[in-house]
């Protein structure tokens, strides 16, 4: 396989002259980049996109850090990403972690290691701190608020949505409100804070009325089973809509109202309400901030959807 070498020697001009017509240096005349070209291609050269990139100090190559590929919060976020990474010309690595924090550490560790030019972090286990650590490597941002750490972050008005979902609940005179939760709220805060939110506007919440470790549509189906054997149920809040979907194969929505999260295809084709924190826009806005050179923050509003 012929290499730059074989180039230099066959055109006549220098490695130097070669390498800068492979990274389209401008300061090179059209007659040896012409010939240099020609050269190449009757040699079927494949340049190096190893050493390329590593002359041009970036590789237009980010990774996503995402817990789990099978699912639809993950979906949604990557989806926004990549729209806006290909519009830019950028090459996207996915990396499941399952929230394990050896998994998290060793992609952070590649990372330093110059393996990508950047790092999005749509959801962790580790701490924030320790992602600072390595900002001095490389620009990372989280998808979701990292409150006084200077880390780059896309946050969704979460707190705001649970705050007017319930208060409007409230107000419409329902009290037995059910709920599904994924995480523990030792280690979600969109769990603890849907649980403190409901507390406060609603009051004391009973166990019987959370089912936890809910993420999928299996899981709904699971969680309906359950909520079917509660008396005086008014509604369901879940933490997904394919969950809520899971609910409605066991509970019918003339019975007890049900409500989703995020607006995906599974709340439309059933007509349940949900809220829509697009989070689509959050994966797009994530990727722009990726590429500044400043530490910012940006919030990304929410939608009730009400199909009730």
């Avoid at 190559?61 to 995402?66: E, L, N, R």
């Avoid at 079917?228 to 019918?252: E, F, K, R």
Wanted: net charge negative; hydrophobic share 35%; proline share 3%.
């Amino acid at each position: 396989m012929a290499n730059i070498r074989d180039i230099a020697k066959l055109s006549g001009y220098s490695v130097a002259t070669v390498s800068r017509v492979l990274n389209d240096h401008p300061y090179v005349s059209e007659e040896k980049r012409t010939k240099i070209l020609k050269i190449m291609h009757e040699l079927d050269y494949i340049p190096n996109a190893k050493a390329r990139e590593l002359s041009r100090g970036r590789s237009k190559h980010i990774a996503v850090m995402i817990p789990y590929a099978d699912h639809p919060y993950s979906d949604k976020i990557v989806s926004g990403i990549l729209k806006a990474a290909f519009n830019d010309g950028y090459k996207v690595t996915l990396l499941p972690t399952n929230y394990d924090p050896t998994v998290e550490k060793h992609y952070l560790n590649e990372l330093a290691a110059k393996a990508w030019d950047g790092m999005i972090i749509t959801s962790k286990k580790v701490s924030f701190e320790v992602i600072m650590s390595y900002l001095k490597y490389a620009p990372i941002v989280c998808c979701e608020d990292t409150g006084n750490f200077p880390i780059s972050c896309v946050s969704i008005k979460r707190e705001e949505s649970y705050i007017d979902l319930f208060t409007k609940l409230k107000k419409q005179g329902y009290q037995n409100i059910g709920l599904t939760v994924g995480r523990t709220e030792k280690v979600s805060a969109s769990t603890a804070l849907v649980l403190q939110t409901y507390s406060t506007i609603i009051g004391c919440l009973d166990e019987s009325l959370i089912v936890r470790n809910c993420r999928s549509y299996e899981d709904g189906i699971q969680a309906g089973s359950h909520f079917a054997t509660l008396s005086d149920l008014d509604v369901i809040v879940t933490n997904g809509d394919d969950v809520a979907a899971g609910i409605l194969q066991t509970i019918s929505q003339d019975q007890i109202m049900v409500i989703g999260e995020e607006n995906l295809l599974s709340s439309r084709l059933l007509h349940f309400s949900t809220i829509d924190h697009h989070i689509d826009q959050c994966g797009e806005a994530a990727f722009h901030l990726l590429l500044e050179e400043k530490i910012s923050t940006k919030t990304i509003p929410y939608t009730f959807i009400d199909r009730n």
